[in-house]
């Protein structure tokens, strides 16, 4: 059964980084494309990027220059390097093994996500 577990959010001021990870259970991690997504209060789930299994990835145009999705798969964990960073960031953010060909729908269940809060 597959298992993501994220990690690495908090509080942090606007302008400031942090680093997301997401830890993968369950599969044969370097075969998945992988992405994150986030939910701000009271707005639906949205993408942020995503990586293939080659490592070619998609950053939405919200956090391009911002954001970096990356993926160790000797650890067979995912990562979002989040830089400059604005209270808009503010949501509980998810990884999920996705398809690149259809973003929208992830392929397998959410984990408990990480709380990101950015304060102006």
């Known amino acids: 059964q597959v298992r993501l577990v994220e990690s690495g959010g908090g509080l942090v001021q606007s302008g400031g980084s942090l680093r997301l990870s997401c830890a993968a259970s369950?599969?044969?991690?370097?075969?998945?494309?992988m992405g994150w997504y986030r939910q701000a209060p009271g707005k639906q789930r949205e993408l942020v990027a995503a990586?293939?299994?080659?490592?070619?990835?998609n950053h939405v145009d919200s956090v391009k220059g911002r954001f970096t999705i990356s993926r160790d798969n000797r650890k067979n964990t995912v990562y979002l390097q989040m830089n400059s960073l604005k209270p808009e960031d503010t949501a509980v953010y998810y990884c999920a093994v996705v398809s690149m060909a259809n973003l929208i729908v992830p392929l397998s269940s959410w984990g408990q996500g990480t709380q990101v809060t950015v304060s102006s």
């Open positions: 990586i293939s299994r080659s490592g070619s990835t």
């Open positions: 369950g599969m044969i991690f370097s075969l998945k494309a």
